[in-house]
């Protein structure tokens, strides 16, 4: 059994609904939701003139390896209508892992843990409230090391927690 941490968001239609769907895909394919930080809405990371986003972080219990596990999301994410138009351009669902286990992986598919996760703070704030302790594999610091020395000041606000 693996744990991994996602990064859930989007910023297009009503974000918290697709959040909500998300998370219901996920669990019905991917693995038990064991944590979820509370929703955050940030402004637009890389492409800026665009809508904000919602973000959470989850972490779920999985059977899948990594890779397949990828595959379901990347599923999922077509299941939910996603079109790859615009790289960072808005969309209506992204699913990203961040980190699985102690998973050190570098493939066409997948790169673990996830390369820009230290420079995002979009994504070390809401990691941070669900697994303050955990270790970076590559970099041997915990997720409240990297969030302290995060150098991104995008802005993040606590929007609200979800119901389930």
């Keep these: 059994m693996n744990t991994a941490y996602l990064l859930i968001g989007g910023n297009l239609g009503d974000r918290s609904a697709y959040l909500l769907e998300a998370r219901s ?14 929703i955050y809405e940030t402004a637009a990371w890389g492409i800026t003139e665009q809508p904000s986003f919602y973000n959470q972080a989850i972490a779920i219990e999985t059977e ?22 615009v790289k960072m351009g808005p969309r209506i669902i992204d699913l990203d892992i961040l980190v699985v286990d102690s998973y050190i992986i ?28 955990l270790i970076h594999p590559v970099l041997h610091k915990t997720i409240r090391e990297l969030l302290k020395e995060c150098i991104d000041k995008l802005d993040v606000q606590k929007k609200y927690l979800p119901a389930n």
């Design 25 to 38: 895909l996920i669990q019905q394919f991917c693995g038990n939701i064991v944590h979820s930080s509370a």
């Design 64 to 85: 899948l390896r990594p890779e397949a596990l990828m595959q379901e999301l990347l599923n999922i994410e077509e299941k939910m209508g996603r079109k790859r138009t």
């Design 106 to 133: 570098s493939s066409l598919l997948l790169t673990l843990p996830h390369p820009s996760l230290p420079r995002r703070r979009f994504a070390l704030l809401p990691l941070c409230e669900i697994a303050p302790g």
